[in-house]
């Protein structure tokens, strides 16, 4: 066997840490964090909507809506404000039947600040017989002439049904003239009436472009094409 | 007049040529030119073969017939002088030196009063004079110090080297001695450290001294890997590995991050700063990011205080043999602090957990919401414990990771510092064998005379610089004489060359009485 025995290795030998070393380390991990955190802040600026915007949202409170109607109108329109318009944007709820009311009226940071409203004053309540999306959209331009400076997403969740065509071609078509008006968007509709809806009723806004109309299982898609059409505002 | 030309005929025997052709090489060697019949006492027998053949070979020194002078034979310092600034040194080859000493020196004293008394005679006083006073300070004066120098410190250089090899003798009869006396010892030898940079040649041997036997004695003991299982460490192979160090960092800071980034959304939904909806938001990015860092350091802390407190546990659950003897160091053993720490860090993992699995499940809820409008979200739904596991998978493990580091490590660490403590123990045993301590002393004494060595040849290389420096001094000056003997001659040949062809006038006086008119005259005259 050989005498001869390897050279031990003792862990706290040598162990003394260089403070040039430790103190570039620090200063390294600082500047790293810095770049990083300043290009998420930039990226998340960037994401931003800069152009001023104001929604209006009237709930079909009629007999003809379902409760599951009402709640997905609602999650619509939560996503609407959650994920789509900056904080504090102005917002107004009107329900309508033959007749319209208005239910709220905020800036809301988050779409949990609607909950309330909309679980006991749409989804809950049960209006009386008629639809009438016209006297919506009429409240709307009045809401649109507090904001000049603005431009406008009307949400008309209704399931299609509508009693008064000819008024509410005429009040469509003077919300695809209005330039401040950037999106119409109607839904759930059933598929009954979705044809009505897109060539009919609101054809006029369908022709400019401003109309999007989602269903009972394309309301995600819907929300994406509105966020394009606000961001292509933005150019 | 005859005779003044014949005392100049006399002198410009001794007088060099302006054609360098008309000398050989050899000719003009200093030592062989001065004085050819007796060479110098001071050369080897290889040099005096080699003047002989030189002054064979050489053509006499005489004027020839037009006139011309022969050959200088004065000083050609630089033809076998010590070549150690110019040249390589050949092998066997021993060169002394090439100035005009002992006998050489009356040669050429001898030729330099002869010319000195001709200039004299022919009225060149300030020449005379001057070259006297050169030949004085350039080469009488530098020879003699030199030689004076080698008389003095030629003995001791020799001296010097009988001393060092009177010493290597010895090193060489100590280190036999040393090796002996490790294994008389049974002491090992330690396998010397590897170089910190990788080079091609074979590590130096490590120098013998007593460091070199103490550093034997701590090595011949227990690997840790010999003694992993009897005392309970891991094995050396998992610990100095770098990829599992990097491993071991990337670890320590990406688990925290990813447990640390789902707690701090899960903490930011429950408090209604985060939602589904925000966490789609491409400008809420910086929100999440936030986020993850809240949660990192909130892991970070939980997990150190975890490990803090298991290492309290452990180090409360120790029990120690004597107590008594072992005072006043503290009794560790306490059962209610183990609890009291366990309860903490169980109280804290199941606080994480419960936030986890809540903010999880408002987040689930929200994704059923937003279900309903791709016509889904009336499933059945997920009940509320599966969250609480959820939340256990993602931070449980890593406080439970810190907390099991936090007991095993201290316990490591003492298994880690009985082996020093046995290693300790160990040399200090062997210390105390007279076989050991003999190989100290004999470490000792090969050191003594390695360091003895040093001395000695330092001396030795200190006379020599002063040797050479005395020899690079006397070859200088000696060649600037030369450069002034070439230099008067020539002049002289220019000064005499009308009287080689014209009659003779009068005697050419140039003394310092000479009068205006006398100086028209010699002028008007040539």
């Keep these: 066997m050989s005498r001869y025995r390897g050279s031990r290795s003792y862990r706290h030998e040598g162990d003394?840490?260089?403070p040039l070393l430790t103190g570039l380390a620090l200063v390294g991990i600082i500047a790293a964090v810095a770049v990083a955190g300043r290009w998420i802040w930039n990226y998340s600026r960037a994401q931003d909507i800069k152009t001023p915007l104001a929604v209006g949202a009237g709930f079909d409170v009629s007999q003809s809506m379902s409760k599951e109607q009402k709640q997905r109108a609602v999650a619509f329109l939560n996503k609407v404000i959650g994920e789509v318009m900056p904080a504090r944007t102005p917002t107004k709820i009107w329900r309508y039947a033959e007749t319209i009311e208005t239910v709220h009226e905020s800036r809301p940071i988050a779409s949990k600040e609607l909950n309330t409203v909309s679980r006991e004053t749409i989804e809950n309540y049960l209006g009386k017989w008629g639809t009438r999306p016209d006297k919506v959209m009429q409240e709307f331009q009045r809401f649109a002439a507090q904001y000049p400076e603005r431009k406008f997403v009307l949400c008309l969740f209704t399931d299609g049904e509508c009693h008064t065509p000819k008024e509410t071609r005429e009040q469509a078509a003077r919300l695809a003239q209005d330039s401040r008006v950037a999106a119409v968007v109607v839904g759930p509709v059933i598929n009954r009436y979705r044809r009505a809806v897109e060539n009919s009723y609101y054809a006029p806004l369908h022709d400019a472009g401003k109309l999007f109309v989602f269903g009972e299982t394309d309301g995600l898609d819907a929300l994406a094409r509105l966020k394009e059409r606000l961001r292509a505002l933005e150019n | 007049m005859e005779m003044e030309r014949n005392e100049f005929d006399r002198v410009a025997a001794h007088l060099p040529t302006d054609e360098p052709e008309t000398a050989t090489p050899n000719a003009v060697e200093p030592q062989a030119s001065l004085s050819p019949a007796a060479p110098p006492p001071s050369e080897t027998n290889s040099t005096i073969a080699e003047a002989t053949q030189r002054q064979v070979g050489e053509p006499p020194a005489v004027p020839s017939v037009d006139g011309v002078f022969a050959p200088s034979p004065l000083i050609e310092p630089y033809r076998d002088a010590a070549p150690f600034w110019h040249m390589p040194l050949e092998p066997g080859v021993f060169h002394e030196t090439p100035l005009i000493v002992h006998s050489q020196l009356s040669d050429a004293e001898r030729v330099v009063m002869l010319v000195e008394s001709y200039l004299r005679k022919a009225g060149y006083e300030v020449q005379a004079s001057e070259l006297r006073m050169r030949y004085t300070h350039w080469v009488k004066i530098p020879a003699t110090q030199y030689e004076q120098l080698r008389q003095e410190l030629e003995p001791q250089r020799i001296e010097c080297q009988r001393e060092i090899h009177a010493t290597d003798k010895a090193i060489e009869q100590a280190q036999?001695?040393?090796?002996?006396?490790?294994?008389?010892?049974?002491?090992?030898?330690?396998?010397?450290?590897?170089?910190?940079?990788?080079?091609?040649?074979?590590p130096a041997p490590e120098p013998i001294s007593p460091?070199?036997?103490?550093?034997?004695?701590?090595?011949?003991?227990?690997?840790?890997?010999?003694?992993?299982?009897e005392q309970g460490v891991a094995p050396v192979s998992s610990k100095g590995n770098v990829l599992v160090t990097v491993g071991q960092w990337l670890f320590e800071f990406f688990a925290p991050l990813a447990a640390g980034l789902l707690l701090g959304v899960n903490l930011g939904v429950i408090t209604g700063l985060l939602s589904l909806e925000v966490l789609q938001r491409g400008e809420a990015l910086w929100l999440v990011a936030l986020a993850a860092v809240i949660g990192l350091f909130v892991e970070k802390l939980v997990g150190n205080t975890a490990y803090s407190l298991m290492s309290s546990a452990a180090m409360a659950s120790e029990k120690r043999e004597v107590v008594g003897a072992t005072e006043p160091f503290p009794s560790m053993r306490s059962s209610v602090r183990t609890v009291f720490f366990m309860a903490i860090i169980a109280l804290m993992t199941v606080a994480i957990a419960t936030v986890d699995a809540l903010g999880l499940h408002m987040l689930y809820q929200e994704r059923q919401q937003e279900a309903q409008l791709e016509g889904g979200g009336g499933g059945e739904q997920v009940p509320l414990w599966v969250f609480f596991i959820a939340g256990l998978i993602i931070s449980a493990p890593y406080i439970v990771y810190k907390a099991v580091k936090g007991w095993r490590e201290p316990e490591t660490r003492q298994r880690e510092a009985r082996i020093t403590y046995l290693r300790w123990k160990h040399v200090d045993r062997r210390r105390e064998e007279p076989a050991v301590q003999q190989a100290f002393a004999k470490a000792q004494e090969v050191a003594n005379l390695h360091q003895r060595r040093e001395t000695?040849?330092?001396?030795?290389?200190?006379?020599?610089?002063?040797?050479?420096?005395?020899?690079t001094e006397c070859v200088g000056s000696t060649q600037k004489f030369r450069d002034y003997w070439d230099g008067l001659i020539a002049w002289l040949r220019k000064e005499q060359a009308p009287y080689a062809h014209a009659p003779r006038y009068a005697p050419r006086r140039r003394g310092s009485n000479e009068t205006l008119l006398q100086k028209l005259l010699g002028l008007f005259r040539r």
Excluded at chain 2, 184 to 198: C, D, E, G, Q, S
């Design chain 1, 16 to 18: 003394a840490q260089n």
């Design chain 2, 211 to 229: 460091l070199l036997v103490e550093r034997a004695l701590q090595a011949d003991f227990a690997h840790e890997d010999e003694v992993c299982g």
């Design chain 2, 176 to 202: 036999t001695e040393f090796m002996q006396a490790m294994a008389t010892a049974r002491i090992p030898l330690p396998v010397p450290p590897p170089p910190k940079k990788r080079t091609k040649q074979p």
């Design chain 2, 456 to 471: 000695l040849i330092a001396e030795l290389e200190h006379i020599e610089r002063r040797l050479d420096s005395a020899r």
